[in-house]
């Protein structure tokens, strides 16, 4: 089966220009997950949607972050403006479950994101 | 919240020697624990996880462990190779709720 696609891969910005980037996860996986990974650390949770609905986002810094996930499938991470701070790996998983025994998170290749 | 320590951040061992790592969490509901690994400039690939209610699990070379009473868990590497070599990640979550990650180990197996 196919996995979960990324794009861009590699985005240099300049701080306080807007980024935005796409994820498509496997097909029939009803949980996607948008992650930051800064150089050196694990994953940390930015928001969780099951189908289209936010599960989880309290680690999503809402003053310059937002992400969408229309119609349940593709979903859109922005960050605006950006913060030399945000200059990290961005992963996006996803998982088919929604309730019952946690199952596998499969992630994507990723963006690294520089900021100057 | 769920806090997850990881222990050591860095392990050298010879081609054949075992591995562990061991993490430990703050969540005494936390009931899923899965291990990651990473290689340079790769994405996160699940390689094991175990439930709480399983004390003990293997795959071929690599197990895991779990000790509810004292919330930690430990991956255990046998008979190590040079393509072991990579970050590995801890996480552990309550159900459906985040997985919240350990800051990870770099493995390096020296031929």
């Known amino acids: 089966e196919a996995g979960v696609a990324q794009s861009p891969r590699y985005k240099i910005i300049e701080k306080r220009q807007s980024v935005a980037f796409w994820c498509n996860p496997i097909?029939?996986?009803?949980?996607l997950y948008w992650y930051q990974q800064i150089l050196g650390q694990g994953p940390k949770l930015l928001i969780q949607f099951q189908n289209n609905g936010v599960v989880d986002d309290s680690q999503l810094p809402k003053d310059r972050f937002s992400a969408e996930r229309l119609k349940g499938v593709d979903s859109t991470l922005k960050i605006q403006p950006a913060k030399l701070e945000d200059s990290a790996v961005y992963l996006c998983?996803?998982?088919?479950?929604?309730?019952?025994?946690?199952?596998?998170?499969?992630f994507g290749p990723g963006t690294r994101l520089t900021v100057l | 919240g769920e806090n997850v320590e990881q222990h050591p951040s860095t392990l050298s061992v010879q081609e054949g020697d075992s591995a562990v790592i061991k993490c430990t969490y703050s969540d005494s509901a936390s009931n899923y624990f899965p291990w990651y690994k990473q290689e340079l400039g790769k994405r996160p690939q699940l390689i094991i996880d175990?439930?709480?209610?399983?004390g003990e699990k293997k795959d071929q070379r690599i197990a895991v462990t779990l000790n509810k009473t004292a919330k930690h868990f430990s991956l255990h590497i046998t008979e190590t190779q040079p393509e072991d070599s990579a970050v590995y990640f801890c996480?552990?979550?309550?159900?459906?709720?985040?997985?919240?990650f350990g800051t990870g180990t770099r493995l390096l197996v020296s031929p």
């Open positions: 998983a996803s998982s088919f479950r929604t309730s019952g025994t946690p199952d596998t998170q499969y």
């Open positions: 097909s029939g996986h009803a949980t």
């Open positions: 175990i439930r709480s209610n399983v």
């Open positions: 996480a552990a979550s309550r159900g459906f709720q985040k997985l919240v």
